[in-house]
């Protein structure tokens, strides 16, 4: 009966009160707002808001990123106004084999973007214009099976892909494979005009009309594993294997408006390129952060592609004057190193040493054969390229929590290069050896009332000559001109220097939105 009556007694009402709202940050915002340098992140949930299929549509979309068309038409990307030799591209936070592309990768790969403007110390300082870093999809913290397709059409011709993901969590371990297929066909119509004029006056006004398509079919599979060896040690086993077949066709037309005609003034060209990339990531971490904590990782990758393409030259008659065929093969292998010991000192000091190492190895064929049917000579080439690059660099970094609303990095690294290029048909070697250090300091203030931040950056970066740049073999276009000329690599190239000096304004506002200004020297 007591009980009875202890349920039905009435609870006085109690007045509803106000919470306080709680806002969640994305940890991409903090590490944005809290970073010494300026930095922009592109989320997972910013990559796919668009639906783009590729990462390239993805990164033309990022304020300050450039996208343009490269070498065998494929995509490449500029920062500060310079071009994709001076952007230094990572997957992962580890720099690419030379034969990589961009748009092999297609964004459901992609967990985010990192662009940086001012290099670290504790990544390759090979970037003058800045580092653009594709972190890859992490093993998610559930179990999660998905399966996306897409069906879209480019001025004409259809296109479309299949993407998945498979992860799941075995005992102390965690796994996770992402693939995707991907076909795109893109028609293009355009029309340029190029002008040349000398001190003594114009030399030639051409135009040109171009009709191409471009035919890309790619696989890419990412195999990731995670295992907990104890409470302070880890083991990530990290992949990547991309497959492309690209076809490329172009119906080309030149009319001179004005003085030296070109030399083929109507051509047909074909070409075919079939690439295949392999790398094999194994990194361990250990150690706790009030006793240090120590990173190594070791990393395999081998490149191997090869091209054919068909050049059907017309004079001004529409005659067939000539017949070239050109068929390439590259194979590139490469193994790389590093570690790092980080430790945090007596006070807000975080230091941090370690090492980069990395040796790799290029070879490259290319016979080309020409038919003439008229009273051009025939150029006949066999040529034949061997090129190795290693390089060693050790650095040291300080970031410093000075105050609540001051920041600072120091670091320096020191980098050794060398190069060993030979030509395998005339038996000619060429072997360089150089070095770079690369001080670098930065600061971060944050305004007083305020999340606002005010960045300087000064930086030493270089740009290491590739093996494909050391190797002397020649890029040839049809119509050489000084807007578009034949080039061809030098084995004698060493780095190239350069100090820069970045000066940047954050705004942030209560809705999470931001603006940046920035001045860079």
Same mark, same amino acid.
């Given at each position: 009966?007591?009980?009875?009556? +202890?349920?039905?007694?009435?609870?006085?009402?109690?007045?509803?009160? #106000?919470?306080?709202?709680?806002?969640?940050?994305?940890?991409?915002?903090?590490? #944005?707002?809290?970073?010494?340098?300026?930095?922009?992140?592109?989320?997972?949930?910013?990559?796919?808001?668009? +639906?783009?299929?590729?990462?390239?549509?993805?990164?033309?979309?990022?304020p300050g990123v450039s996208v343009g068309v490269g070498l065998n038409n494929a995509g490449e990307v500029g920062l500060r106004g310079l071009g994709s030799g001076y952007v230094q591209i990572?997957?992962? +936070?580890?720099?690419?084999?030379?034969?990589?592309?961009?748009?092999?990768?297609?964004?459901?790969?992609?967990?985010?973007?990192?662009?940086? #403007?001012?290099?670290?110390?504790?990544?390759?300082?090979?970037?003058?214009?800045?580092?653009?870093?594709?972190?890859?999809?992490?093993?998610?913290?559930?179990?999660? =099976?998905?399966l996306k397709a897409n069906v879209r059409d480019s001025n004409g011709k259809p296109s479309g892909g299949l993407s998945g993901q498979w992860s799941d969590k075995v005992g102390k371990g965690s796994y996770a494979l992402t693939a995707s297929a991907d076909v795109a066909n893109s028609p293009r119509l355009w029309t340029d005009s190029l002008r040349a004029t000398a001190p003594t006056g114009p030399l030639f006004e051409r135009e040109n009309r171009v009709s191409d398509l471009t035919e890309v079919a790619t696989l890419s599979v990412v195999p990731r594993a995670n295992f907990k060896l104890d409470d302070n040690t880890t083991l990530s086993l990290d992949g990547l294997g991309q497959y492309q077949k690209r076809d490329y066709r172009a119906n080309e037309a030149r009319s001179a408006i004005s003085g030296t005609p070109p030399s083929l003034p109507a051509d047909v060209l074909s070409l075919a390129l079939e690439s295949t990339n392999v790398k094999a990531t194994a990194e361990l971490k250990t150690g706790a952060r009030d006793q240090g904590l120590f990173a190594g990782k070791l990393s395999v990758t081998a490149l191997k592609r090869s091209g054919d393409a068909t050049l059907d030259g017309f004079d001004v008659s529409q005659?067939?004057?000539?017949?070239r065929k050109v068929a390439t093969d590259t194979r590139e292998r490469a193994i790389s190193t590093s +570690?790092?010991?980080?430790?945090?000192?007596?006070?807000? =000091?975080?230091?941090?040493?370690?090492?980069?190492?990395?040796?790799?190895?290029?070879?490259?064929?290319?016979?080309?054969?020409?038919?003439?049917?008229?009273?051009?000579a025939a150029d006949n080439r066999d040529e034949g390229y061997r090129a190795q690059v290693g390089n060693l660099a050790l650095f040291m970094q300080d970031e410093w929590d000075i105050s609540p609303a001051t920041s600072a990095y120091f670091g320096a690294r020191w980098e050794g290069l060398t190069t060993d290029t030979e030509d395998t048909v005339t038996a000619m070697r060429v072997r360089n050896k150089s070095s770079v250090f690369s001080p670098s300091a930065q600061l971060s203030y944050k305004l007083p009332d305020s999340e606002d931040r005010i960045k300087l950056a000064l930086n030493r970066t270089y740009k290491a000559p590739t093996a494909i740049e050391l190797i002397p073999r020649r890029w040839t276009v049809l119509d050489n001109t000084a807007t578009t000329p034949n080039f061809q690599g030098n084995p004698a190239l060493i780095p190239e220097l350069a100090w820069g000096f970045d000066a940047s304004y954050e705004k942030y506002f209560a809705n999470k939105q931001s603006i940046s200004t920035s001045l860079y020297v």
């Open positions: 009966f007591l009980g009875a009556a +202890g349920l039905g007694a009435q609870t006085p009402a109690v007045a509803p009160q #106000k919470l306080d709202g709680i806002v969640i940050e994305s940890s991409a915002d903090a590490e #944005k707002r809290e970073s010494v340098a300026s930095k922009t992140i592109v989320t997972r949930a910013e990559i796919i808001k668009f +639906g783009d299929t590729s990462l390239l549509g993805v990164l033309a979309r990022i990572q997957v992962n +936070g580890e720099m690419v084999a030379a034969g990589f592309t961009l748009d092999s990768l297609s964004p459901d790969l992609v967990e985010r973007i990192e662009i940086l #403007k001012s290099g670290r110390v504790d990544s390759s300082t090979q970037a003058i214009a800045g580092t653009v870093n594709i972190v890859l999809r992490r093993i998610p913290s559930t179990a999660q =099976h998905e005659a067939l004057v000539l017949l +570690g790092t010991y980080s430790h945090r000192l007596i006070g807000s =000091h975080a230091l941090t040493v370690g090492w980069n190492g990395q040796t790799t190895r290029r070879t490259e064929t290319r016979i080309q054969r020409d038919q003439v049917f008229d009273t051009r």
